[in-house]
C-alpha cells in the first residue's frame, strides 16, 4: 500500500475489504497479528481473507490454462491448414 503502519488499524482493513481491496486489508491484518497474535478477530479475518483471494488464483489460473490450451487448438489448426496448403 505505501502508507505507513500508523494507519494500519482493524477498522482500516474492514474499509478496504469493504472496498473489495482484499490484498491490502489482508497486508493490515498481517501487520496488526504481527504485533498482537492472539486476536482471534484478526485471525478470523486474515484466515478469510486468505481463502477468497486464494480461490480467486485458482479461478483465475484455471481461466488461463483454459485460454492456454484454446491457442494450442488454434496453433495445431493452423498448423495442419498450412500443411494441407503445401501439399496443394
Excluded: C
Excluded at 473489495?20 to 497486508?27: F, I, M, Q, S, V
Excluded at 484478526?42 to 490450451?69: P, V, Y
Aim: proline residues 2%; aromatic residues 4%; glycine residues 4%.
Amino acid at each position: 500500500m505505501g502508507e505507513t503502519p500508523s494507519i494500519y488499524t482493524a477498522t482500516m482493513a474492514r474499509v478496504l475489504e469493504d472496498q473489495g481491496k482484499d490484498t491490502e486489508a489482508l497486508e493490515i491484518y498481517r501487520h496488526l497479528l504481527s504485533i498482537e497474535p492472539d486476536r482471534s478477530d484478526l485471525l478470523s479475518a486474515r484466515n478469510r481473507l486468505d481463502a477468497r483471494l486464494g480461490l480467486t488464483s485458482r479461478k483465475r489460473l484455471i481461466g488461463l490454462f483454459e485460454e492456454w490450451i484454446d491457442l494450442l487448438l488454434i496453433q495445431d489448426r493452423i498448423r495442419m491448414l498450412k500443411q494441407l496448403h503445401l501439399n496443394e
